[in-house]
């Protein structure tokens, strides 16, 4: 079944200037986002940035097949635990999911990525860290076997990045991820 995606822009009263991206309500995310219905996330070629105006994008995802990285939570931003989680959604083909809880601070989860190694967050967003292996670069010896280099080739092609804010972005946020708008769904009439 598809569902249809209202591409139609509507006017950011904070900005002042056209909504970007695809409307969709939380009953079409799954044919939007995880099965990617007509391929528009593949075809654009950056991973989607979802704006949640219905408070249920968060249980969504985290009820799917996820490693799912609330960055209010100091705990979940150490390092460590973002590299793990990152290196756990490569190597099982899973979703990294970064929840921006409403806060303006993707330029700290950068700086946490790129903490683990120089330039790992452009890696992650242009694909290189999976397309020329560089995931590689943040493995460690005491990872243990599940974490050499040859059991990452089975599924480390599905490993998409996924934002979440429930805030209005800045529009440069907008140019650099593919937008997803998750609107509440019309009343039933």
């Given at each position: 079944?598809?569902?249809q995606?209202?591409?139609?822009?509507?006017?950011?009263?904070?900005?002042g200037?056209e909504?970007?991206?695809?409307?969709?309500?939380?009953?079409?995310?799954?044919?939007?986002?995880?099965?990617?219905?007509?391929?528009?996330?593949?075809?654009?070629?950056?991973?989607?940035l979802?704006?949640?105006e219905?408070g249920?994008?968060?249980v969504?995802?985290?009820?799917?097949?996820?490693?799912?990285?609330?960055?209010?939570?100091?705990?979940?931003?150490e390092?460590e635990?973002?590299?793990?989680?990152?290196?756990?959604?490569?190597r099982?083909?899973k979703?990294?999911?970064?929840?921006?809880?409403g806060c303006?601070i993707?330029?700290?989860?950068?700086?946490?990525?790129?903490s683990?190694?120089e330039g790992l967050?452009?890696?992650?967003?242009?694909?290189?860290?999976?397309?020329?292996?560089?995931f590689?670069?943040?493995?460690k010896?005491?990872?243990?076997?599940?974490?050499?280099?040859k059991?990452?080739?089975?599924?480390?092609?599905?490993?998409?990045?996924?934002?979440?804010?429930?805030?209005?972005?800045?529009?440069?946020l907008?140019?650099?991820?593919?937008?997803?708008r998750?609107?509440?769904?019309?009343?039933?009439?």
């Open positions: 079944e598809v569902h995606v209202d591409q139609s822009s509507g006017i950011n009263a904070e900005y200037q909504e970007k991206g695809v409307k969709v309500t939380i009953r079409d995310l799954e044919d939007v986002l995880i099965r990617d219905v007509g391929n528009k996330i593949k075809d654009d070629g950056r991973w989607p979802l704006i949640d219905t249920q994008v968060s969504f995802v985290r009820y799917t097949d996820t490693n799912y990285v609330n960055v209010a939570n100091p705990s979940n931003m390092p635990r973002i590299r793990l989680a990152l290196l756990g959604a490569v099982y083909g979703p990294l999911v970064f929840d921006l809880m303006d993707l330029h700290i989860v950068q700086e946490r990525v790129d683990i190694h967050w452009d890696w992650i967003l242009d694909k290189t860290l999976v397309t020329e292996e560089k590689n670069k943040i493995t010896k005491e990872d243990g076997p599940e974490y050499e280099e059991q990452f080739w089975a599924r480390m092609d599905e490993f998409k990045l996924w934002v979440i804010t429930n805030a209005e972005p800045e529009p440069e907008l140019d650099m991820f593919y937008t997803i998750v609107k509440p769904a019309p009343p039933k009439v």
